[in-house]
């Protein structure tokens, strides 16, 4: 019988990264370096998450899927090779990223690449704090490209700023970046395809300039999508408060805010992922019960008849179903 499953993180050097994560999650990160992502459920070639708790430590996500699935998935469909569907990280931005967009569906074949839909959940923010997301409206393909030519194709994006407890939905297709002074929880499709428009005239961490990909970002890039918001949805209910922010065919995401004792139940026979926001938690289920304090990730198969989180102190967590 399978249980809540914890995994190491995989971290991720980058140049615009840094050592937040071990600040405010003590997260073990490598010695030195800017480490700018933590894979916290992964299921990418050469990048499996290992299990870190009960009878199947020392397993990794990639075995539990090829022996598993159908336990873990229940009506959830996998990702392409059979693999787990989502990838769940935590940035830590000290430098802007590359602006960038992810292949839509409709274009990812054709581009030999895969599809990439996401969402932020803001964590942390230094004061002034922005996302570069969506086109500033009335931007225009030619202008667009006119100013990748001449460097200044930042002022087409639609800048947003934003604190902690925001949330943004990004669609495959919306052109985006994540500015300077940020810790962003993600959720995304089990993708890695990133095509880059300006990487601010940067140097990588190997002292060349990174690859751009101007032809591929043009072909998938949405330039009727204008300024979009914020998700501006409002919190619910007393003892567990429930913010829905994401609802789509690939994930939903609520955020759950529970004051001390709180229990919140979990759904029954669905594949899903609760990542601690702030605070401790208990998740329990049957004979089995796992604790997870700020900055972890546990992934809950969908051959779980009951299981619950129960908050150890006021708490706040990502609730991740996949449909």
Not at 7 to 20: L, M
Not at 101 to 123: C, D, N, Y
Not at 139 to 157: H, L, M, P, W, Y
Request: charged share 25%; aromatic share 8%.
């Amino acid at each position: 019988m399978l249980y809540p499953f914890t995994f190491a993180p995989i971290f991720k050097a980058r140049i615009w990264g840094g050592r937040e994560l071990e600040r405010l999650y003590a997260k073990p990160l490598p010695a030195n370096g800017p480490i700018g992502e933590a894979w916290e459920i992964s299921d990418r070639p050469g990048d499996a998450s290992v299990i870190a708790n009960g009878p199947l430590a020392g397993k990794d996500l990639h075995w539990l899927m090829e022996n598993h699935a159908e336990e873990i998935l229940g009506g959830a469909k996998p990702a392409a090779a059979g693999r787990f569907p989502l990838l769940c990280k935590i940035l830590d931005a000290r430098d802007k990223l590359s602006l960038q967009v992810h292949p839509p569906a409709s274009k990812a074949a054709e581009l030999k690449g895969e599809p990439k839909t996401e969402m932020w959940f803001i964590a942390d923010a230094a004061p002034g704090a922005s996302l570069y997301v969506g086109l500033k409206r009335g931007v225009t393909r030619a202008e667009f490209e006119q100013k990748i030519s001449d460097g200044s194709v930042a002022d087409c994006f639609h800048r947003i700023p934003v604190k902690a407890g925001d949330t943004m939905f990004l669609p495959s297709g919306r052109v985006h970046a994540i500015g300077d002074g940020l810790v962003i929880f993600e959720i995304q499709q089990n993708s890695d395809t990133t095509y880059r428009v300006f990487d601010w005239n940067r140097l990588g961490l190997d002292g060349k300039p990174r690859e751009m990909h101007v032809a591929q970002s043009l072909a998938s890039i949405d330039f009727n999508d204008f300024e979009p918001k914020l998700v501006e949805t409002k919190f619910a209910g007393d003892a567990v408060k429930v913010r829905s922010l994401v609802n789509d065919p690939l994930f939903n995401v609520e955020t759950w805010k529970l004051n001390s004792g709180a229990i919140g139940e979990l759904k029954p026979n669905r594949l899903q992922i609760i990542a601690v926001t702030s605070g401790k938690i208990e998740i329990k289920s049957g004979s089995t019960s796992v604790n997870l304090s700020a900055g972890q990730f546990s992934l809950i198969p969908a051959s779980l008849e009951r299981a619950e989180v129960l908050a150890k102190s006021e708490a706040a967590l990502l609730h991740v179903e996949v449909p």
